[in-house]
């Protein structure tokens, strides 16, 4: 008897998609569905933890003989003036100004529809 476990997460609609493979699709399955609720929900990483992967990714650059590439200050400085530039155009150009309701135009772009089984 094979015993496939898998973790998946539902659809908005309620619905689960799991693929068998093609040995246990000769007969009837049983599928049982457990909630998850009772796993710690992933936050930000301590700062212990987060210096100890840091710690860990250099060692792993090192082993590879991967390095870093120096740039010289004044490709630093040029790279950080066309990215203020660039925030600059983007905040000048503001597209969405003529909009008089946010709510409606979002409504409109994405083309709400109704959702199967809620009235």
Request: one cysteine or more; glycine letters at 2%; a negative charge.
């Amino acid at each position: 008897m094979s015993t496939l476990t898998v973790l998946l997460e539902p659809d908005a609609d309620g619905t689960l998609h799991l693929q068998l493979p093609k040995e246990m699709c000769r007969s009837k399955v049983r599928v049982v569905a457990t909630p998850l609720e009772d796993e710690p929900a992933e936050g930000p990483l301590a700062p212990e933890e987060e210096a100890a992967m840091m710690k860990a990714i250099q060692q792993l650059r090192e082993r590879a003989g991967l390095q870093r590439r120096k740039l010289p200050p004044e490709e630093l400085e040029l790279r950080r003036q066309a990215a203020l530039d660039a925030l600059r155009q983007l905040r000048e150009s503001n597209p969405y100004l003529d909009l008089a309701d946010p709510v409606a135009w979002q409504r409109e772009i994405r083309e709400d529809r109704r959702l199967p089984f809620r009235h």
